[in-house]
């Protein structure tokens, strides 16, 4: 399969703890997103980087929310001190071998998040 | 199994009917639109897009129209079968890389 895969593919924890997700773009996709999910709503974008550089980040991207890109490849995205409020599935995209920023997104299967 | 359709507008058509789903979007400046299909626990899956230098496009029984005139894009489903049961949603893009999408209609398709 050579789709976007992102895992886990679900993750319980406590508030308060600290939890990093991992997210593998299409090959040769130089542009990948991070979104959230929360149930009965659309998908709100949170970042995104164009090979290793992050572009841009939404407000909704707290100060505990941080996203990684290294090697323009594989990214993370780690939640510190999580909150209940942070339950949600997080989804990752990715587009284009190309610099257009309308590129078609194409995404993962999501983390599905549950803080207790 | 959890679904992402609560609370959501519902379609519900018969197998074999035709279906619509509109979608009103909210930026003038949008020049790229893409419709998503999302399947409970799963990512949405792209379906088809538009420019906005179009007004119609076509793909394998799906077909999107875009009326920039009063915002509003559609996705007509033909023959609408079980498997097209989901979660729809339209997507636009302002350019700067980021999609803002709809609330997402649910389709339910009647055996």
């Known amino acids: 399969d050579t789709g976007v895969s992102q895992n886990p593919r679900h993750k319980i924890t406590k508030r308060g703890q600290n939890v990093t997700f991992r997210c593998d773009p299409i090959?040769?996709?130089?542009?990948l997103y991070w979104y959230r999910q929360t149930l009965g709503q659309g998908p709100e974008f949170l970042t995104y980087?164009?090979?290793?550089?992050?572009?841009?980040k939404s407000r909704l991207l707290s100060d505990r929310f941080s996203a990684e890109r290294p090697k323009g490849s594989f990214s993370t995205l780690e939640i510190q001190r999580t909150e209940q409020g942070d339950s949600a599935m997080y989804l990752c995209?990715?587009?284009?071998?190309?610099?257009?920023?309308?590129?078609?997104?194409?995404f993962g299967p999501g983390t599905r998040l549950t803080v207790l | 199994g959890e679904s992402v359709g609560l609370h959501l507008p519902t379609l519900s058509v018969q197998e074999g009917d035709n279906s619509i789903i509109n979608c009103a979007y909210s930026?003038?400046?949008?020049?790229?639109f893409i419709w998503y299909k999302q399947e409970s626990g799963k990512g949405p899956q792209f379906i088809i897009d538009?420019?906005?230098?179009?007004d119609k496009r076509q793909g394998q029984r799906v077909t999107v129209l875009l009326n920039k005139t009063v915002k509003h894009l559609s996705l007509q489903i033909a023959a609408t079968q079980p498997g097209d049961s989901a979660v729809y949603f339209c997507?636009?893009?302002?350019?700067?890389?980021?999609?803002?999408f709809g609330k997402g209609t649910k389709l339910s398709v009647k055996p």
């Open positions: 995209a990715s587009s284009g071998a190309g610099l257009a920023a309308t590129d078609t997104q194409y």
């Open positions: 090959s040769e996709h130089n542009r």
């Open positions: 980087f164009q090979n290793e550089a992050q572009l841009e």
């Open positions: 930026n003038s400046a949008s020049d790229y």
């Open positions: 538009i420019r906005s230098n179009m």
């Open positions: 997507a636009e893009n302002i350019g700067q890389g980021n999609l803002i």
